[in-house]
């Protein structure tokens, strides 16, 4: 069994930053490949980024390439998921979530475990 527990979310400007991490606990964090989505009210629960074993492997939603990171640090068992340029449509709960291929994927249902979520609020 993993547990995730994310971190960072909060309020911010229109064009400011955050980061989000997810930490690990319990499993082999290394052979886990890591996704973040998002849920705004009323809407269904969105891929945003994905990473698989390496930070080489990583794959984004077309709205936040180029403003978003994804990475990991093994050692640490945590994913991180950079965030500049925030927009007002970011605002969502962000969740992390894991899955048992050291593979990224874009598709919730391919995800084993997930995180109780953070709140990013992004103000206009």
């Known amino acids: 069994q993993v547990q995730l527990v994310e971190s960072g979310g909060g309020l911010v400007q229109a064009g400011g930053s955050l980061r989000l991490s997810c930490a690990a606990i319990g499993g082999t964090f290394s052979t886990y490949g890591m996704g973040w989505f998002r849920q705004a009210p009323g809407a269904e629960r969105d891929f945003v980024a994905s990473i698989g074993w390496s930070d080489r492997l990583t794959v984004y939603a077309d709205s936040v390439k180029g403003r978003f990171t994804i990475s990991r640090d093994n050692a640490k068992k945590t994913v991180y998921l950079q965030m500049i340029s925030l927009k007002p449509e970011d605002t969502a709960v962000y969740y992390c979530?894991?899955?048992?291929?050291?593979?990224?994927?874009?598709?919730?249902?391919?995800?084993?475990?997930w995180g109780q979520g953070t709140q990013v609020t992004v103000s206009s």
């Open positions: 979530a894991a899955r048992r291929s050291v593979y990224y994927n874009r598709d919730p249902h391919q995800y084993d475990y």
